[in-house]
Each structure stands twice: as structure tokens, then as C-alpha cells.
């Protein structure tokens, strides 16, 4: 079993940044990916950013250049640097870990408001 625990979500006003976090713990590969998806109220869960655990990163076209995903493997932790926020970011962000099977956070809300 994997446990994802995410931190860092919170109230930002518009132009602002936050940093989230997810601490993976338990029976973690050495090979696997690591990412953030939204949900916003009415819409469908989506990808915001994904890192393998060779560093390789896909992100969203609605983040790019506004977004940073990193991530520490020998913390198993993942990062995710959230700039110039605008209130479409708004949405509960939850972790993600795959290796071979879907393993989420519990989420996290952001929320972009003036």
C-alpha cells in the first residue's frame, strides 16, 4: 500500500503563488510517476503536472510557464510551485502516484479570489 499526504493548499489572492507538497510513504518502487490533478466544482478531474522519477515533466497548457513540478526520490516527495494563480486555478489539487496502480491524496483546496 502507498500513502500520499499533500500540504500547502490554501486562500491566495489573484497574481499570488502557493507551494504544495505530497510525501509518498509505504511500498514505493524505485520506478514510478508522481503529479498533481484538479477538480473544480462542475468539471472533471484534470492533470496538472506529472514528473517520472527520471525528472521528465508534462504539464497542462493552462500552467505552462506559470507551474513548477519537482520532486525529492530520496523523500519520495513531490512539489509543486504555483505562480501567477488566477481564480480558474481554483480547484481541490490531489496527488497522484503510479507504478502499475493508481494510488491519490486526499486533496487539498485552492482557492484564487480577490
Known amino acids: 500500500q502507498v500513502q500520499l499526504v499533500e500540504s500547502g493548499g490554501g486562500l491566495v489572492q489573484p497574481g499570488g503563488s502557493l507551494r504544495l507538497s505530497c510525501a509518498a510513504s509505504g511500498s514505493i518502487f524505485s520506478i514510478y510517476t508522481m503529479g498533481w490533478y484538479r477538480q473544480a466544482p462542475g468539471k472533471q478531474r484534470e492533470l496538472v503536472a506529472a514528473i517520472t522519477s527520471r525528472g521528465s515533466t508534462n504539464y497542462a497548457d493552462s500552467v505552462k510557464g506559470r507551474f513548477t513540478i519537482s520532486r525529492t526520490n530520496a523523500k519520495n516527495t513531490v512539489y509543486l510551485q504555483m505562480n501567477s494563480l488566477t481564480p480558474e486555478d481554483t480547484a481541490v489539487y490531489y496527488c497522484?502516484?503510479?507504478?502499475?496502480?493508481?494510488?491519490w491524496g486526499q486533496g487539498t483546496q485552492v482557492t484564487v479570489s480577490s
Open positions: 497522484h502516484l503510479e507504478q502499475g496502480y493508481d494510488y
